[in-house]
């Protein structure tokens, strides 16, 4: 991302027009490396197919993909929908109660020797044991567990950063405000909270892939699933092996695709953090 | 001259792991109205814990800090502040920054007229045209100068000055030594400068307090004449003496020197040793 186009201020870009700036982005660095990079990997998984010869059932080859999607075109896109919708809940659900813990932690050396054990200890725990105990817990809430289980795998890189980014504000920085008499909450929205945004930003875009796998988790294992992880789990059953992969490749774009939401929310609000290449 | 602030028998102790640390031991202090007051002392003697005291950011054990006669017991804001590290918000632009204590004291002016302030005192420190640059794209130097103009934009009575020029090249230092002697000219406020530095001190205040090893108290205080310098006075045999004598109180207050050396040392011998 450090690569991207300088925007319009490159003395270069300013008077040339419209259409060769557009024409430009779009021929850009940006844009044309991570698409080549695409289309080698695919070139790639394709020759290692066919050169090992392997049928469906061991590994499908990028070919097989597009028939997949045309047969089951609907299903990709309801069953895409909601597990999109759930991660994106569970993500919110992360950042808000991230966020609260990350600021109680912060704020209070006491707090944070007294979280930081349990915290690491509920993160170590691998969520893929918790689905079962979840789902037993809350039979049928397929909703509801899913969103669970993307929460508590996504929630603890942003408790974490957001402590480390309020307790390692140097005190002039609050010592500025406070010798004006400013309030504890009043410091937090002018100085903590933006001064914070870089590192929880950089927590998020961890967060959002973490979310992903707790959502697909809960899918595959839970019977009667929805979403694409229940996808993958019919496909698996049918033995129709390059639905699994579609479904594989589906999951990945929409993990890209919410991963750059998450970089242009970046850009409008910490973009400041991010230091003109010298 | 009335004093603007007084400090009456201010004691402060730290709590460490080892027991209480004493920083101050029954200080008393004035610093006139529209007065220039430079403290120096050994390192770690508890001058910082003076600014923040001052300031109204932490209470002494014991003692009082008056200011206009009144005991100050909270943060109030007719206090600006400059630290030797800049501090500006990355995020704002320069003269966002400058802006920033107009969002936290009640004031009088308008969004137009605290503009305009900001960019007269930029302009006054030599910062017009990076009005709307970020600190990320400024130098040091220049970031210090922003800070120098956030510290007064609310026109406070009292600037307090941690080691303001501290982590600046010699040469930036002086110009910066020059600015203040502007800003002196046209902002009417009462300084109180935290330095390491003697030559500094003798360029900046009207009085220079010399304080002791940690626990604090007043050493020395040397009056100088009033008025604003060129960084020429500091090489007049009358600035070397000067240099020559708080030179010799610092070490005095370090327990490296007997406190019967005679100060009064002849003037020739005097500009060894400064640096």
Redesign the interface.
């Known amino acids: 991302m450090t690569d991207a186009p300088v925007p319009v201020t490159a003395p270069a870009d300013v008077k040339r027009p419209a259409r060769g700036r557009v024409l430009r982005a779009l021929t850009g660095r940006a844009v044309v490396a991570p698409i080549a990079a695409i289309v080698v990997f695919v070139v790639l998984w394709e020759a290692l197919v066919w050169v090992m010869g392997w049928p469906n059932y061991v590994m499908a080859s990028p070919s097989d993909l597009p028939p997949a999607y045309a047969r089951y075109w609907e299903l990709f896109i309801v069953m895409g929908w909601q597990t999109l919708w759930r991660t994106v809940v569970g993500l919110v659900l992360a950042v808000i109660v991230g966020v609260g813990i990350g600021m109680v932690m912060g704020f209070s050396r006491t707090m944070r020797d007294a979280l930081y054990p349990l915290l690491v200890g509920f993160n170590a725990i691998p969520k893929a044991t918790v689905v079962p105990i979840v789902a037993l817990l809350f039979v049928g809430q397929h909703d509801f567990n899913t969103v669970l289980i993307a929460f508590m795998i996504s929630f603890f890189p942003i408790a974490v950063s957001v402590s480390i980014g309020l307790s390692t504000l140097?005190p002039?920085?609050r010592?500025?405000?406070?010798?004006?008499?400013?309030s504890q909450a009043?410091i937090f929205w002018?100085?903590a909270l933006?001064?914070t945004?870089p590192e929880f930003f950089g927590a998020l875009k961890v967060a959002v892939t973490l979310a992903f796998i707790g959502t697909n988790l809960m899918e595959i294992v839970s019977p009667h699933g929805r979403g694409l992880g229940a996808l993958f789990d019919s496909g698996k059953t049918n033995s129709d092996y390059p639905l699994m992969f579609a479904v594989l490749i589906a999951l990945a774009v929409l993990g890209i695709v919410l991963y750059y939401v998450v970089v242009a929310l970046e850009k409008t609000f910490?973009g400041?953090?991010e230091?003109?290449p010298h | 001259m009335t004093d603007l602030i007084e400090l009456k028998g201010i004691t402060h102790a730290y709590a460490t792991e080892s027991g209480p640390l004493p920083v101050l031991d029954a200080l008393d202090v004035g610093v006139p109205e529209g007065g220039f007051v430079a403290f120096v002392g050994p390192s770690g003697c508890g001058k910082s814990t003076l600014t923040?005291l001052i300031?109204?950011?932490m209470k002494p054990d014991r003692g009082e800090v008056r200011l206009h006669g009144a005991p100050v017991t909270?943060?109030?804001?007719t206090?600006g502040?400059a630290?030797q590290?800049p501090?500006l918000?990355?995020?704002r632009s320069i003269l966002k920054n400058v802006l920033?204590?107009l969002?936290?004291?009640p004031t009088k002016l308008s969004r137009l007229q605290a503009e305009d302030r900001a960019r007269r005192l930029l302009h006054l420190v030599g910062l017009e045209g990076f009005e709307d640059k970020?600190p990320?794209?400024l130098s040091g130097g220049m970031r210090q100068r922003a800070s120098l103009c956030?510290a007064l934009i609310?026109n406070p009575e009292v600037l307090?000055l941690d080691e303001p020029f501290g982590a600046l090249d010699a040469f930036t230092r002086e110009d910066l030594w020059q600015t203040m002697h502007a800003l002196r000219a046209e902002e009417p406020f009462t300084g109180v400068l935290i330095t390491h530095d003697l030559r500094e001190s003798i360029y900046l205040a009207d009085r220079v307090v010399v304080l002791s090893a940690r626990p604090a108290t007043v050493q020395h205080i040397m009056d100088l004449p009033p008025g604003p310098r060129v960084l020429d006075d500091l090489y007049t045999p009358e600035a070397a003496e000067r240099l020559n004598v708080l030179r010799h109180q610092i070490e005095v207050a370090q327990g490296r020197e007997p406190a019967e050396a005679a100060p009064s040392l002849p003037p020739g011998s005097a500009a060894q040793g400064m640096h």
């Open positions: 140097e002039e920085y010592d500025i405000l406070r010798s004006l008499g400013a009043t002018k100085i933006p001064k945004l910490a400041w953090a230091r003109a | 923040r300031a109204g950011l909270s943060p109030r804001s206090v502040m630290f590290n501090v918000l990355e995020w920033l204590p969002e936290i004291v970020r990320s794209e956030r609310h307090i």
